[in-house]
């Protein structure tokens, strides 16, 4: 099993980032899919999910979202008007009932 993010980086505020997430090892369209990220010294949080085939999308950030390509086995999160509390590390992860995977994430700093 493998999540592999990619997409992270340097951004200004206001600016915008796709972090991508390709999957592999499973059924990924049996997996609920979802973004979390930690930031220094804070504990990781939810940022957004989306459910299998059909499924909702939920995000706890107004200014991201969250989709997948059940074709290409990847999930996105769409970043926009990015802020410096944004920066953190943004980490992918795979959910079903009883298991559970994650990514090694990637670094998204935003800063002038």
């Known amino acids: 099993v493998q999540l592999v993010e990619s997409g992270g980086g340097l951004v200004q505020p206001g600016g915008s980032l796709r972090l991508s997430c390709a999957a592999s090892?499973?059924?990924?369209?049996?997996?609920?899919m979802s973004w979390y990220r930690q930031a220094p010294g804070k504990e990781r949080e939810l940022v957004a999910t989306?459910?299998?085939?059909?499924g909702s999308a939920d995000s706890v950030k107004g200014r991201f979202t969250i989709s997948r390509d059940n074709a290409k086995n990847t999930v996105y999160l769409q970043m926009n008007s990015l802020k410096p509390e944004d920066t953190a590390v943004y980490y992918c992860?795979?959910?079903?009932?009883?298991?559970?995977?994650w990514g090694q994430g990637t670094q998204v700093t935003v800063s002038s």
């Open positions: 992860n795979a959910f079903t009932y009883g298991q559970d995977y």
């Open positions: 090892g499973f059924t990924f369209s049996s997996y609920t």
């Open positions: 989306i459910k299998r085939i059909g």
